[in-house]
Every structure is written in structure tokens, then in C-alpha cells.
């Protein structure tokens, strides 16, 4: 294995890797077409990583919030529709998401009744961003779920034989 790194403000990617305890060349044998210098430039922050590029981490380095993380801080896209998810204990999730689907629940009838008429006026747009805020919230609890999920499946938290 090579030099340990002792840079203080390692990134999610170089973090990743190292939890493995993965060397860059390891890494890259793994990740079959991303060469140790490629992982560097993108662990050092000189060079963007390719969305191909952290899906393979994802599953390499078993994150699965690399890729929640790539689309919230680095695609332009991602950062202004994608809500940032982390990976969070399975009671915590389960109760935010049951929360979040109250919540969402009890604003069905009055978005049917803004909705109706295909157009929100502006008498209805505060009552229309809350719901959208309740929305959002429960955007970030399926990710999360989603994120614990694929965890669990990496780390056999899951076993299907349960």
C-alpha cells in the first residue's frame, strides 16, 4: 500500500477510498478505467469527477451517498432540483419519512383546490410554497431511505434470508 495521506481537507472521494483502505492504484484497478492520477486530480479538487466516474466509486468504495453528494455540490443541474439525503439510522428515516407523508397528506385537499383551475394565483402562492417546502421534505426522506438502503445491501444489514 502507498503513503498515507495527510492532507486535512481530504474531500468525500479521497475519504471514501481511504475508509476501503484503498491505495490510488488499488482504487484504480477496481475502478478499471480511472488511472491513480485521475483519482488524485479529483481527490485534490483539481479536476471535477465524470458522473460515470462517481457512480463507479459508489459502488467500489460501497458509499452510496457519493452519488447524492456529486449531484448536490458539483452538477449544476443536480444542485438546483436534487435535495441533499445522508445516511442516517433506520428508525430516524423511518419516522422523518412517516412524518413527511403526514405532512404531505394533510395538504392533499387544498393543492387539488389550488390545482384545479391549472394556475396558482397570487392569493394561493404562500399557501403553494408550503406545500412545496412539505414536498421537498419528503424528497429528502425517500433519498435518505433510499441512500440506507443501498447501504444495508453493501454491509448485509439486509439480509434477505430473514
Known amino acids: 500500500m502507498g503513503r498515507k ?23 484504480s484497478e477496481r475502478l478499471v478505467f480511472v488511472s491513480p492520477d485521475r483519482i488524485e486530480k479529483i481527490e485534490s479538487g483539481r479536476s471535477a469527477p465524470h458522473p460515470d466516474e462517481v457512480l463507479k466509486m459508489e459502488c467500489v ?64 402562492r404562500n399557501q403553494f410554497d408550503l406545500i412545496l417546502e412539505k414536498l421537498t421534505k419528503l424528497d429528502r426522506s425517500i433519498r435518505g431511505m433510499r441512500i440506507w438502503i443501498e447501504d444495508a445491501l453493501n454491509t448485509g444489514k439486509m439480509d434477505e434470508a430473514k
Open 5 to 27: 495521506s495527510v492532507r486535512e481537507n481530504k474531500n468525500v472521494y479521497q475519504t471514501s477510498r481511504e475508509k476501503m483502505e484503498l491505495s490510488r492504484d488499488a482504487a
Open 61 to 124: 468504495y460501497q458509499n452510496p451517498t457519493l452519488s447524492n453528494y456529486y449531484c448536490t455540490h458539483e452538477c449544476p443541474i443536480g444542485k438546483k432540483y436534487v435535495e441533499e439525503a445522508e445516511l442516517k439510522a433506520l428508525p430516524q428515516l423511518t419516522v422523518e419519512l412517516l412524518s413527511a407523508l403526514h405532512a404531505v397528506e394533510e395538504e392533499e385537499k387544498r393543492l387539488i383546490d389550488i390545482s384545479v383551475d391549472g394556475r396558482v394565483s397570487n392569493s394561493e
